[in-house]
């Protein structure tokens, strides 16, 4: 299996519902990524977990709170969003960080409408 | 310091031609050089890569050049085609145990029939 998964693939919340996207990745990867893609610009690293345990955070607003419940699966927990929220939300995962050949694989994205 | 600096922003190319995007770095901790390419409504998939103690690498129709002492490198397409077009970004990653990447800005590629 050599493919990142995504759920849901749309979503559309106001901005005072509760929602989570999900990652899921049986590649034995040890790191994972939640980025954030604007259209027509690249993506932006929002959070990295490696070996479970939240490594890098981008500054990302609290409305958005990331989890990784095990090396397999990671979330993104959102509340109270703002339209402005409203993007493609990639996940990514690769061997653990550092080293050689740590390419990253996307999975296809969660397109999130914030109303 | 940070910054990977793509060109062009769009780019036409009659199909067979040849595509070429160019980037450019400042940051010499950047150790590992991949190319992504985007389909709309997609994820980016790592199309090629590279090391910056290699000067070229080929794979199929796409071969990478890298220059390290002027902190370039492009992506080259052979014989386009139209399913080439798509958004095409490159990206330097820092080395060290961040794996964290820096993405161009992105080049839209299209070929046509």
């Known amino acids: 299996d050599t493919e990142v998964t995504q759920t849901p693939k749309h979503l559309v919340m106001g901005m005072t519902n509760k929602k989570s996207l999900k990652c899921e990745q049986h590649m034995g990867h040890r790191a994972m990524y939640w980025y954030k893609q604007k259209a027509k610009k690249p993506p932006e690293l929002m959070f990295v977990?490696?070996?479970?345990?939240?490594?890098i955070n981008e500054s990302v607003p609290s409305r958005f709170s990331p989890e990784c419940p095990n090396s397999s699966l990671l979330n993104l927990h959102l509340h109270a969003l703002q339209p402005e929220d409203s993007a493609l939300y990639l996940c990514?995962?690769?061997?653990?960080?550092?080293?050689?050949?740590?390419?990253?694989?996307f999975g296809p994205g969660t397109r999130l409408t914030v109303l | 310091q940070q910054q990977v600096k793509q060109s062009p922003q769009s780019l036409i190319v009659q199909k067979g031609g040849i595509s070429i995007i160019n980037c450019a770095y400042e940051?010499?901790?950047?150790?590992?050089f991949p190319w992504y390419q985007q389909f709309p409504g997609k994820g980016p998939a790592l199309l090629i890569a590279i090391r910056p103690d290699v000067s070229e690498k080929k794979e199929g129709r796409f071969t990478i050049s890298f220059n390290k002492s002027a902190k370039q490198f492009s992506l080259h397409i052979m014989d386009s085609q139209p399913g080439d077009s798509a958004t095409y970004f490159c990206a330097a990653r820092y080395g060290g145990a961040t794996n964290k990447l820096i993405f161009g800005t992105g080049t839209l590629l299209a070929v046509q029939p």
């Open positions: 940051n010499t901790a950047f150790d590992y």
């Open positions: 990514a995962s690769s061997q653990a960080s550092g080293g050689k050949g740590n390419v990253q694989f």
């Open positions: 977990y490696s070996y479970e345990k939240l490594s």
